[in-house]
């Protein structure tokens, strides 16, 4: 069993900046795929962000694009994503995600075996 504890959300204005870590528990994190989700009030959760295992190669939503960037430090077994130029419409609880090894970018909740509890993100106008 994997626990994956995120920290970082909070409140900021629109066009500010927070970073979210996700620390794991695995002694093998770095043979997991990372992903990270969010999940506004009253829409299903949604892929933001995803880091694979061995070269960190990194996919982003089209919404993220540009302005997130998700990063790991394996020796310190987390995860990251760097948020900037956020928007309102960035609000919602964020999830970090794990899965064992795979090749592919995985966006889909489906994917991954384990999950944080959350953290809120919620930006001002």
């Known amino acids: 069993q994997v626990q994956l504890v995120e920290s970082g959300g909070g409140l900021v204005e629109a066009g500010g900046s927070l970073r979210l870590s996700c620390a794991a528990s695995?002694?093998?994190?770095?043979?997991?795929?990372v992903g990270w989700f969010r999940q506004a009030p009253g829409k299903e959760r949604e892929f933001v962000a995803v880091?694979?295992?061995?070269?960190?190669?990194?996919y982003y939503s089209d919404s993220a694009k540009g302005r997130f960037t998700v990063s790991r430090d394996n020796d310190r077994r987390e995860a990251y994503l760097e948020m900037n130029r956020l928007k309102p419409e960035d609000t919602a609880v964020y999830f970090c995600?794990?899965?064992?090894?795979?090749?592919?970018?995985?966006?889909?909740?489906?994917?991954?075996?384990?999950w944080g509890q959350g953290t809120q993100v919620t930006v001002s106008a």
């Open positions: 995600a794990a899965r064992f090894g795979g090749s592919e970018f995985y966006t889909s909740t489906q994917a991954y075996t384990f």
């Open positions: 695995a002694s093998s994190f770095s043979s997991y795929v």
């Open positions: 880091i694979t295992w061995g070269r960190s190669h990194t």
